[in-house]
């Protein structure tokens, strides 16, 4: 945790992956989070997904903690009102319903400008605010599907596979925090908000090399399985045990190092090795010529502690859980203990867990960060609303709000 974007101010109305880590590593740098839920049930991520602990999910407990949550149904006219007032006194505003939904309710950029002219809105959806596609519904794996992420992995004659994470949310959250800094800069600089409007269809196709490909030199590259399309000896090759190793070879030194450790200085002189696009044309041999060598070893890690004597790059493919483990996370403080909500304190006994901190060290960085601990929905109405309303008004607000919704 650090103070980068402390004393910014933000208005989370997004649920499930995308919009709630965008936020969630806002919060880590300081700045104060304000999660805006439907009444009663909350962000749709709170109870649909089947891990749980409590009656929290694990998706919400990993990336929802460290900020208040208040109630909102946007239907309501005069909650509506009630919120406009908030954002007043708000940095930032992020949605993430379908395109024209806030407009509906008088809720989008133009009409919360008028209110705070200096407003950062982003909005985040799967195809954009505009465009054919933008109305159609969508979570990750459409965004994965359409954005030849999914075609481009697999093996050559297998069928294509979907990536083992909620990829297009993650790429698109990090999205929306660049668009968010940018804006704040912009706005530091000459004074004015900013709507920023962010894709996670365009986020993810901003990943695919193959994009590039075909717009340089028009080839329809296929899936080359666990092998790169544009570099020999890149990819994933098994070792003892089924274990396998990732070893990359990209650059004529580090080729050179490769042979050698191998005891293979014969490849060096070898013509159908001797340049990259040559290595690459014979790429399935140059893999079995690596296969055989490491299958001289019992164990993994003495073929890899000798690629790393001399300088290649390589590691062995782990499991996720295995992270929690790793001396280099460990040394740089990546996992933290953040405590539960004090309903799973009081129907479990426990009462910490570990969550996934900042991809990068700054030197504001706390030693000892506190954090808050996932709200329960509402939890947090009279203190935040109290800032621009009446008890009276809370009151009433809840009441009829609570009357109409229900829990999943």
């Known amino acids: 945790m650090n103070t980068l974007l402390k004393g910014v101010k933000v208005l989370d109305l997004t649920s499930f992956v995308a919009g709630p880590t965008s936020t969630q590593l806002m919060a880590y740098m300081g700045a104060n989070v304000v999660k805006v839920e439907m009444p009663v049930c909350g962000d749709s991520g709170r109870g649909m997904m089947n891990m749980k602990i ?11 903690h460290g900020r208040k949550s208040i109630e909102l149904d946007i239907q309501d006219s005069e909650g509506r009102e009630v919120f406009k007032r908030l954002v007043k006194d708000y940095d930032i505003v992020l949605e993430g319903f379908r395109p024209g939904l806030m407009a509906k309710y ?7 400008k008028a209110v705070n002219p200096k407003l950062i809105y982003c909005s985040i959806s799967t195809y954009g605010q505009t465009g054919p596609y933008s ?10 599907a359409e954005s030849g992420i999914i075609n481009s992995t697999g093996d050559p004659d297998g069928a294509p596979q979907r990536i083992g994470t909620y990829l297009g949310d993650y790429v ?10 940018a804006a704040l800069y912009h706005r530091e600089v000459t ?14 196709a901003y990943l695919s090399a193959n994009v590039d490909v075909y717009s340089l030199f028009g080839l329809k590259n296929g899936r080359t399985g666990n092998h790169m399309f544009n570099s ?27 042979c050698i450790a191998m005891q293979r200085e014969d490849l060096l002189e070898n013509e159908r090795y001797s340049d990259m696009s040559k290595r690459i044309e014979n790429r399935y041999e140059l893999v079995d010529i690596i296969q055989a060598w490491l299958s001289k070893y019992e164990n993994a890690s003495e073929a890899i502690e000798i690629l790393r004597s001399h300088d290649v790059p390589c590691a062995e493919v782990k499991a996720d859980w295995e992270m929690h483990e790793c001396p280099q ?6 996992f933290e203990d953040i405590p539960f909500p004090k309903s799973i304190v009081e129907e479990t006994g426990r009462k910490q867990y570990k969550i996934k901190g900042l991809p990068f060290k700054t030197s504001s960085d706390a030693e000892n960060p506190d954090y808050l601990p996932l709200p329960e929905v509402g939890e947090h109405n009279y203190d935040v609303y109290g800032t621009v309303a009446t008890k009276e008004e809370i009151d009433a607000l809840l009441d009829r709000w609570h009357n109409k919704f229900h829990k999943y």
């Open 106 to 112: 008088g809720l989008d950029y133009e009409n919360l």
């Open 172 to 181: 698109g959250a990090q999205s929306v925090l660049s668009a968010i800094c």
């Open 191 to 204: 004074g004015e908000g900013q709507y920023l409007d962010v894709s996670l269809y365009e986020s993810l």
């Open 329 to 334: 996370l460990a040394s740089r403080h990546y």
């Open 54 to 64: 409590g009656h929290h999910s694990g998706n919400i407990l990993q990336t929802n």
């Open 135 to 144: 109305k159609r519904p969508g979570f990750d794996l459409i965004a994965q």
């Open 232 to 258: 020999a000896p890149y990819g994933l090759f098994e070792g003892a045990g089924k274990r396998y190793i990732a070893i990359c070879a990209p650059t004529p030194p580090i080729w050179k190092n490769l």
